[in-house]
C-alpha cells in the first residue's frame, strides 16, 4: 500500500497573470546565464583541446625504474605498477588494508518525498493543481532533509550520524617515482572491500547492533527489515597494480603540468596505457563535457524564453483550448529562440577564441555560397534556350 497525500489547490486568473509577469524577470536571468555560460563553456574547451595537443606534443615516456634529472620540469608518461607499504584504516570502524586510496560509503535508511501535480485548467483562466506527494524509503549517503516534506511529523529523518570517509596512501610509489593525493585521486575507485562477522565483532562494543551482512556493515536490528535511521556501511577502494600517470617531473614526484594555454595537466588511468591513448581519452571527455554544458545553456535559455512568453499564454487561458495552443506554440518560439540565440553565442564564442580560424570558415562558407549561386544561374540559363 503507497504511503501518499494528495492536496488541492486553486489559483484565480489575475493571481496566475501576476505570477507570470514576475517570471518573465526570471526569464531574463535565465537567458542572461545560460549566454554566460556558453560562451564560457566554449573557451574552457577550446583551451582544454590547446592544452591537450600542446600536451600530446611535448610528453616523453620515462621507464619507471629510474628518476633521470635531465627530464627535470618536463612532461613524462610513466606506466608500472603502484605500489604502498602502509595500511589505509578507517578508524571509525577499524577497516584497514593496503591500497592507493580507500572510500567508506555510508548510506541511512530514509524517507524520501516524491511530488507530482496535475494542473486542471477552468474557463475565465483560473487553474486548479493537484499534488500528489508519495513517501517512499530509500538507502541514501546524502541527507534528505525532511524539514521541507509536506508531511513532516509522520516521515521524519534523523540527523547523519555515520558519513563518507577518504584515505589516500601518503608512501604510494611508481617504481621510482612518489604518488601523491591528486594523482591518487583520479584514479577510479570501483573495486569492493568486503567486511566479515569478525570485523563487525570488533565494533559491538561500541555499535551493539552492528552486523556483516553480504561484504557490509548492517547498523540495525534486522537488515530483511530496515528501520528509518538504519545503516549500510560499504567500502570501495583503487587497488594497488598497474597505472599509467602523466605530469611535470618534479624531484621524484609528478605534479600538474603548466600548459601555454593555462592548464595544468595532471593525468592517471588505470592499467598499461599509452600517453596517446590517455590524450585521446581526455579529448573525447573533453568534448562529452563541452556538449553536456552545451545542452544545458539551450535548455536554460530555452526555458527563459518560455517563461519571457508566459504571460500571453496565461491571458489565453480565458478559454483553456486557445491557451493549450497558444502553450504549445510559445514552447515552440521558445525552442527556435533558443536553438538560433544559443548557435549564434557559440558562434561568436569561436570568433572571440578563435578569430583566425572561424574568418577562415566563414570565407570557405561565402566562397561555397558564391560558387553554388553562380552554378546554379549557369544551369538556369542552360535550361532557357530548351524550354524556348
Known amino acids: ?162 558519513r563518507g570517509f577518504s584515505a589516500v596512501a601518503s608512501d604510494a610509489t611508481l617504481g621510482a617515482f612518489k604518488l601523491g593525493a591528486p594523482l591518487i585521486n583520479l584514479l577510479p575507485t570501483n573495486e569492493a572491500l568486503r567486511v566479515d562477522a569478525q570485523a563487525a565483532e570488533k565494533d559491538k562494543p561500541r555499535i551493539p547492533n552492528i552486523q556483516a551482512v553480504d561484504g557490509k556493515f548492517y547498523i540495525g536490528a534486522n537488515a530483511d527489515n530496515p528501520q528509518i535511521g538504519d545503516y549500510r556501511i560499504s567500502y570501495v577502494l583503487a587497488p594497488l597494480g598497474p597505472v599509467s600517470v602523466i605530469g611535470k617531473q618534479t624531484g621524484s614526484g609528478i605534479v600538474g603540468y603548466r600548459t601555454k594555454a593555462g592548464d595544468g595537466l595532471l593525468l592517471a588511468a588505470p592499467g598499461s596505457q599509452s600517453a596517446a591513448d590517455m590524450f585521446k581519452k581526455a579529448e573525447q571527455d573533453n568534448r562529452i563535457l563541452t556538449w553536456i554544458f552545451r545542452a544545458i545553456g539551450i535548455f536554460a535559455m530555452w526555458l527563459g524564453a518560455f517563461l519571457i512568453l508566459r504571460p500571453l499564454v496565461v491571458v489565453a487561458d480565458v478559454v483553456p483550448l486557445i491557451g493549450n495552443i497558444i502553450g504549445a506554440g510559445a514552447g515552440l518560439v521558445a525552442m ?44 538556369s540559363a542552360a535550361r532557357a534556350p530548351v524550354a524556348a
Do not use: C
Not at 521541507?148 to 534523523?158: I, L, M, T, V
Open 1 to 162: 500500500m503507497s504511503d501518499s497525500f494528495v492536496e488541492t489547490t486553486s489559483q484565480s486568473w489575475l493571481a496566475r497573470i501576476g505570477q507570470s509577469i514576475v517570471a518573465v524577470l526570471f526569464g531574463l536571468i535565465f537567458i542572461v546565464g545560460s549566454i554566460v555560460l556558453l560562451f564560457w563553456n566554449e573557451g574552457r574547451a577550446i583551451q582544454t583541446e590547446r592544452s591537450l595537443t600542446e600536451g600530446g606534443n611535448v610528453v616523453i615516456d620515462v621507464a619507471p625504474d629510474a628518476v633521470d634529472p635531465a627530464n627535470e620540469g618536463r612532461l613524462i608518461h610513466v606506466s608500472g605498477n603502484a605500489a604502498a607499504s602502509a595500511p589505509l584504516a578507517d578508524p571509525e570502524f577499524g577497516v584497514s588494508t593496503v591500497a592507493l586510496h580507500l572510500v567508506r560509503v555510508a548510506e541511512m535508511y530514509q524517507w524520501e518525498e516524491d511530488k507530482h501535480e496535475e494542473t486542471r485548467k477552468s474557463v475565465g483562466g483560473s487553474e486548479e493543481t493537484v499534488t500528489t506527494y508519495t513517501y517512499k524509503k530509500v538507502w541514501s549517503a546524502n541527507p534528505i532533509d525532511s524539514q521541507n516534506f509536506r508531511q513532516r511529523d509522520s516521515h521524519a529523518n534523523p540527523q547523519l550520524k555515520y
Open 336 to 379: 527556435a529562440f533558443a536553438m538560433l540565440a544559443g548557435a549564434a553565442v557559440i558562434a561568436i564564442a569561436w570568433l572571440w577564441y578563435r578569430p583566425l580560424v572561424s574568418l577562415i570558415a566563414l570565407a570557405i562558407g561565402v566562397v561555397a555560397g558564391i560558387g553554388l549561386h553562380r552554378l546554379a544561374a549557369r544551369r
